[in-house]
């Protein structure tokens, strides 16, 4: 093998592992994103069936909350559900009912 020849096989196996690591490091950041979107939207929607299980008002900040990771971290389908819980203020019995139907109508579609 001449030099020229070794000094080509560096650079493919050089260039190979930066095209390699840089991949790597995008579908980690890619699973971490998903990871932290999924850990922010399953606390949010158990906040939401908490608060529809309440009678009184107590929850609404939490409730609050929990739509606006909804509206920041979910998708279109998810968006439209969380704002659709909450007309202007929301009340506690409303939104109890809405999020049965929206379970109910979940569970027809699977």
Do not use: C
């Not at 998708?75 to 506690?92: D, E, F, H, S, W």
């Amino acid at each position: 093998m001449t030099a020229a020849g070794i000094v080509i096989a560096a650079v493919v196996a050089v260039g190979g592992w930066f095209v390699v690591n840089d991949l790597a490091a995008r579908r980690e950041r890619r699973n971490d994103r998903r990871d932290y979107r999924a850990k922010f939207l399953i606390d949010a929607w158990v906040t939401l069936e908490d608060a529809a299980q309440r009678e009184d008002s107590s929850r609404l900040p939490a409730l609050e909350s929990a739509i606006a990771k909804i509206q920041l971290l979910g998708t279109a389908r998810q968006n439209r559900v969380g704002t659709g819980l909450t007309p202007a203020p929301p009340t506690p019995p409303d939104v109890r009912v809405r999020i049965r139907r929206f379970a109910q109508h979940d569970r027809k579609r699977r």
